[in-house]
Every structure is written in structure tokens, then in C-alpha cells.
């Protein structure tokens, strides 16, 4: 998109976020204190159904989609009383479906972590809570501004070049090696052979002052590569050299997967300031292809463990000056009606975050976290219908999730609750609008000691929504949010998740493939949870 067109973008949008604010100044009553009750809301009769409005002559269509039009489930059984059935009534799958293709339309670039798309995002959804009269509840307004160190490698002063006698052989980076990390150093040193660098290889074996050269049949999982990694920097290693067996069966896949590795090293890394990185973080590990390996290991062959090859391997590493950036969450609070209940917040999470553009296409996110974000706008919508609840709610969107998790550790480091306020749970919703329409998974479950009243809770009410058992997520147990609720904060937390699939972080996830009648549904579900969280006391 062109800048002019994003600044007319942007004006409307301000313009949109001024209307908002003068909507709420001349609402009858004020939004109350954080120790008071929102504004009560007169109760629409609960069976009627909601207006729709005319189609502008102007207003672009919106292109028809056998997957965002699915087939409704069965209505739910009424609510156990008017507020709930009010504020369920509310939830709009079309509404729903307005949101999504805004945010994730191309114009929003993707909104990556920082990104002009994101702020826009951002300013999109406080418009929407300051229209509903929500209190603002972050550090600035709705806004809760946070900093990270932004860093990134010179690539035009990397480099790495192999050497045999007198022969030199240049390295080009993402063709012939690759890495990811952070850094600056300059290595020279001999390549050894250590095996598959298990334990038994490196018995005895002194790497001091030389390259670790491993070579695997099989990929092995991250923590096994963490180990090794650990034994050959206990035996001396300058750092390891990784590469596939030429003759393993998707050699040709792991080859073609370095490109895309390296990929990630020319991005700029985003890390906390105060981030204390392990010597295991810092520790020199390279990928090789499968080719470059059988020329380090020349005409040893087969070679045993232990033995050098009688080749130098010779990397230089330069990193650009590290700079701060700012970023956003956006969070509001619809503040409880009880004395002493209101003091204890229910917090709903979602990332509205996503990986912007690469390789000159637009990544979308409409399904991650497209579907979480705008779920979590058609909640707000909800409580406005419901009225105040006992306890209070806020409302987080993070970002930062597909950089490690960093808005939402930001947050819960630095929560921006007033005084006298204290979470008590998170429910936090990522991906919840694709695959099968009653598919919807959970964690923790019973496997997990972490299991809690949360998901008990929704355990008992899905099938009222159309889901009639919960499947388990435990796998992504410290994937996404709600991870850092529950180890910063020290509260139960269930995650809702509809499971990846085709389309996961690539340009192809869209919003004319989202089923916004199953994000209406998990809304609802939520909803419910909240609803079913007023007794006291309150046990999880």
C-alpha cells in the first residue's frame, strides 16, 4: 500500500477514535471509578432480533466463502438469567466478520512487532472500547507502552570462508551456512569430526580452540540439540557445525530449509532490556548443507569421532548498534458492581499481533490471531449488553506474541491495574476460527498439574455452544500467552485454541477462509465462562 493511501487510512481512523470520544462525553452517565459500576444498560427485549443495516451502495462487497459461511449450529438452550441472555444475543458472527476483514486486510501490512499496521490495529480497537465506555486501563490511556531492545547482525560484514592447505573456498550465507542468534565475534579454528556428538563421541575428546563438526541421519528435537550443544562447549568447542547425512532421506528438505532459516537471522530480534542471556544463548552454532559437510570432511569419508580433518573453518560475526523501540497493548476495564468483589479482575487475553510481510508478501494473520482479536472486540460488545458483572474484566490485547511471548511478559512483569485491584484467573483465545466447526481444544487438561476450575468451567458449558467434548492442547502449554499469566502471576489460566492448519503463518491466511460463526460461538462460550466466575468464594 502506498504511504498516501495508509495516511488517509490512518485520518479516518483518527477521525473515527474523536467521533468515539464525543459519543461517550455525551452519554447520559459517566463511566464509573475503578472502585465503582459502569453505566447500567437498558435491556433490549431478548427475543428480538438484532437490526441489520442496508448495504451502502458504495461499501465494497464482501466476497462470498463456503468456509466463512458455515452451517449454524443449533441454537443454545436460554440463559439462566436476562443479562446473559442479553449480552449472548449480541454476539454477531456478521459484526464479527466486518472486523476481521479490517484487520486483517493487506492494508494492516500484517501487524508485525513494531509495524505502522499494528499501531493502526491498536488505535482501531481503543476506538472500540472508548465507544462502549470502557475505562481506560494501561499506563497511557488504553494504551500500556512498553520498550524492548531491538537488535540485529550486519550481514554485508558477516561472513565465513573454509580453508584446506593453501585453498580458500568463500561461504555464502543461506546458500551454504546459516544461523540464528546474535552477537559479535571473530573465530578461526580446526573442524573435528565428533560423530552425531553423543555422549560416548565426545568421551575424552579435548575441543579446546576448535570447530565441532556433527552430522545427523535424523533431525533430532530442540532439547537433544540443546545438549549436544552443551557437551561440545564442556569439551572446549569454538562452536558446532551442524549439517544433515547426505545419504538421510529428506536430506533435500533439510538443505532447502536452511534458506528459510537464515531468513530469520536478517530479520531485526527484539529482546527485554533487561534480558540476561545464558552462555548456551551466545554459543557460536551454525547449519551447514549436506554438500559443505562432505567437502569439510573431504577424504576421511566415515571418519571416527575425535578425528581432525585437517581443514580451518573461519567466521566472522558483526552486529548492527542494538536501539529501543516502543510498543502497545491495549487494555480496558469494565469495572464490578460489587464492593469487594469488583477488586478481584478476570482478564481476557488475546495477541493481536502478527509476522507482517515477508519476502514481499502480506502474512494476514486473519486466523493468527485475526480471529483472538476480534473475539475479543465482539466480548467488549457483549459486557456493554450485559451490564456490570460482580467481579471486573479487562480486556488485554498484547503483541509481541510471535517474537517470544513479549507483550504479555511485559504485562504480567508490570501489570497497569489501579491500586486495590488483583487478577484472579486468564482466559486467553489464539486461533479460533478455522477447522472443524465444533473442533475446538483446551489446555490445561487433567494430563497437566496446572489443571484449575477454568477449564472445568468450560469443560461443562462448551457443549451448550456446539462443542460437545474439548480436545487437549497441552502441547502448547508455553505457546502462547496465557504462559506468563500463570508463571508471573501466579493464576489459573485456560487457553482456547481451534488447532493450525494449512494456511499457519503463511501469506495464504485469510479472512474470506475464517468461520466467524464458530468465533461467535467460542465468544459465547466465553461469555459463559464469565458469567459462571461471580460466585463467592470463588474457587479454581
Known amino acids: 500500500m502506498h504511504i498516501s493511501t495508509f495516511s488517509a487510512l490512518i485520518l479516518a481512523l483518527l477521525c473515527a477514535c474523536r467521533g468515539s470520544a464525543s459519543t461517550t462525553s455525551a452519554a447520559p452517565a459517566p463511566v464509573a ?45 436460554a440463559a439462566s438469567n436476562p443479562a446473559l441472555e442479553r449480552a449472548l444475543a449480541s454476539v454477531d458472527s456478521q459484526k464479527i466478520r466486518a472486523d476481521i476483514f479490517f484487520i486483517a486486510s493487506d492494508e494492516l501490512e500484517g501487524r508485525d512487532t513494531p509495524s505502522r499496521g499494528q499501531r493502526l490495529a491498536a488505535r482501531y480497537i481503543r476506538a472500540r472500547l472508548e465507544r462502549l465506555g470502557f475505562q481506560p486501563a494501561g499506563d497511557d490511556g488504553f494504551f500500556d ?12 560484514a558477516s561472513k ?64 537433544a540439540r540443546m545438549q549436544r550443544m552443551q557437551r561440545v562447549q564442556a569439551a572446549g568447542a569454538l562452536g ?69 580433518l585437517g581443514v580451518r573453518f573461519h567466521e566472522l560475526r558483526t552486529q548492527l548498534t542494538p536501539e529501543r523501540v516502543g510498543l502497545e ?8 458492581s460489587d464492593p469487594e468483589l469488583a477488586q478481584e479482575v478476570l482478564i481476557l487475553s488475546a495477541h493481536y499481533d502478527h509476522v507482517g510481510l515477508q519476502g514481499g508478501e502480506i502474512y494476514n494473520g486473519a486466523d493468527d490471531n485475526g480471529s483472538g482479536t476480534c473475539g475479543l472486540m465482539a466480548l467488549a460488545e457483549a459486557l456493554k449488553s450485559y451490564g456490570p458483572l460482580k467481579r471486573s474484566v479487562l480486556l488485554l490485547w498484547v503483541s509481541g506474541e510471535e517474537k517470544g511471548l513479549l507483550g504479555s511478559q511485559a504485562w504480567t512483569e508490570h501489570p497497569t491495574l489501579a491500586p486495590g485491584l488483583r487478577p484472579v484467573s ?3 483465545i489464539d486461533m479460533i476460527g478455522r477447522n472443524a466447526p465444533d473442533k475446538l481444544l483446551i489446555t490445561p487438561t487433567k494430563a497437566l498439574p496446572e489443571y484449575n476450575g477454568l477449564t472445568r468451567l468450560a469443560e461443562s458449558l462448551a457443549p451448550l455452544e456446539g462443542f ?12 502462547s500467552d496465557h504462559m506468563n499469566f500463570a508463571d508471573h502471576l501466579k493464576i489459573p489460566v485456560a487457553f482456547l485454541f481451534s488447532d493450525v492448519h494449512e494456511d499457519y503463518h503463511q501469506p495464504t491466511d485469510d479472512p474470506e477462509k475464517i468461520d466467524c460463526d464458530k468465533i461467535r460461538r467460542v465468544t459465547r462460550l466465553v461469555l459463559r465462562m464469565l458469567d459462571g466466575l461471580q460466585g463467592d468464594p470463588l474457587s479454581l
Open 468 to 479: 460437545p467434548v474439548l480436545g487437549s492442547c497441552d502441547e502448547y502449554w508455553q505457546r
Open 426 to 428: 486468564d482466559i486467553n
Open 329 to 336: 497493548n491495549v487494555a480496558g476495564l469494565w469495572p464490578g
Open 145 to 156: 507502552r512498553y520498550e524492548l531492545e531491538q537488535s540485529g547482525l550486519d550481514l554485508g
Open 240 to 308: 558446532l557445525l551442524s549439517a544433515p547425512d547426505a545419504s538421510a532421506k529428506d536430506v533435500a528438505e533439510r538443505d532447502a530449509r536452511l534458506a528459510q532459516f537464515a531468513s530469520f537471522s536478517r530479520e531485526p530480534q527484539l529482546h527485554p532490556l533487561d534480558e540476561e542471556r545464558s552462555p548456551a544463548e551466545d554459543f557460536p552454532s551454525l547449519s551447514l548443507t549436506s554438500k559443505l559437510a562432505s567437502e569439510l570432511l573431504g577424504s576421511a569419508g566415515s571418519a571416527q569421532a575425535g578425528r581432525a
Open 160 to 223: 565465513a570462508w573454509c580453508t584446506r592447505g593453501d585453498q580458500q573456498t568463500a561461504l555464502v550465507f543461506g546458500q551454504d551456512y546459516a544461523f540464528f542468534g546474535a552477537g559479535t565475534h571473530e573465530l578461526d579454528g580446526e573442524v573435528v569430526f565428533v560423530g552425531a556428538g553423543q555422549e560416548a563421541e565426545l568421551a575424552g575428546v579435548d575441543l579446546k580452540g576448535m570447530w565441532a563438526l556433527v552430522i545427523d541421519m535424523e533431525r533430532p528435537p530442540g532439547e
Open 33 to 77: 471509578s475503578a472502585h465503582g459500576a459502569p453505566p447500567a444498560v437498558a435491556s433490549p427485549v431478548a427475543s428480538a432480533p438484532l437490526p441489520t443495516a442496508a448495504p451502502s451502495a458504495n461499501a465494497p462487497a464482501l466476497s462470498a466463502s463456503p468456509v466463512s459461511e458455515p452451517v449454524r449450529v443449533t441454537p443454545a438452550p
